[in-house]
């Protein structure tokens, strides 16, 4: 498909397991984000990447959480030693990033991981 | 920092009205972007709209269109001829320019379109 696709849909782990969540944005974009977005409240910024290189991490809660995008395509989010304030959906992002008046600033989301820890 | 304010947790529109949707921001950028984006029960966000801050007339897209009055830091999402599958989760959402290139999201508005 054309748009970004992030797997698992769902994850249900134990308290302590590790969890790797993937995102594949669309072909060619640039820039790729990952949020938080926890129960009835908008999203919230964990981390950005510029192809490979990982510009903002300042979102990511704690030293559990971990993002890489070596080929500056896909992404994967992991967390270690999960905790039930983990729990949450999990959203990804990318954008063109080329900037033209705001265009290709526009944000395109995939359907998100829900990560619930048990 | 920057900040989203939604101030309507929940709305009801009658099907083939118009609704708006509140949202004001605050931001020391003087140069920032403005986005809505809608939330399905599927979970997906869907861009919906864009204002950039030096932008002279409001963005239209269809059926939407933004109320930008930037004296009063607002940023209104406006639906006209209300459908039943425009209900769902609103997010009003901005970048600074000069701050990074990630979205800061309000809390949402949940609009229900009644038939």
């Known amino acids: 498909g054309a748009g970004v696709s992030q797997s698992p849909r769902y994850k249900v782990a134990k308290r302590g397991q590790d969890v790797a969540l993937r995102c594949d944005p669309i072909?060619?974009?640039?820039?790729l984000f990952w949020y938080q977005q926890a129960l009835g409240q908008g999203p919230e910024f964990l981390t950005y990447?510029?192809?490979?290189?990982?510009?903002?991490k300042s979102g990511l809660p704690s030293d559990r959480f971990f993002a890489e995008r070596p080929e500056g395509s896909v992404s994967t989010l992991k967390i270690q030693r999960t905790q039930q304030e983990d729990s949450a959906v999990y959203l990804c992002?990318?954008?063109?990033?080329?900037?033209?008046?705001?265009?290709?600033?526009?944000?395109?989301f995939g359907p998100g991981t829900r990560l619930t820890v048990t | 920092a920057q900040k989203i304010t939604q101030t309507q947790p929940g709305m009801f529109v009658q099907e083939k009205e118009a609704v708006t949707l509140d949202c004001t921001y605050d931001?020391?950028?003087?140069?920032?972007?403005l986005f809505w984006y809608k939330q399905p029960s599927s979970g997906e966000m869907i861009f919906l709209i864009y204002?950039?801050?030096?932008d002279q007339q409001n963005a239209t897209e269809g059926r939407y269109s933004l109320n930008f009055q930037k004296a009063r830091k607002s940023a209104n999402l406006v639906i006209s001829a209300s459908q039943l599958g425009d209900s769902a989760m609103y997010f009003c959402?901005?970048?600074?320019w000069g701050a990074g290139n990630m979205l800061t999201f309000g809390g949402g508005t949940r609009l229900m379109v009644k038939p």
């Open positions: 990447f510029q192809n490979e290189a990982q510009l903002d």
């Open positions: 072909s060619g974009h640039v820039s």
């Open positions: 931001t020391s950028d003087p140069s920032y972007g």
């Open positions: 959402a901005m970048i600074p």
């Open positions: 992002a990318s954008s063109p990033g080329v900037s033209s008046g705001g265009k290709g600033y526009e944000q395109y």
């Open positions: 204002q950039g801050s030096y």
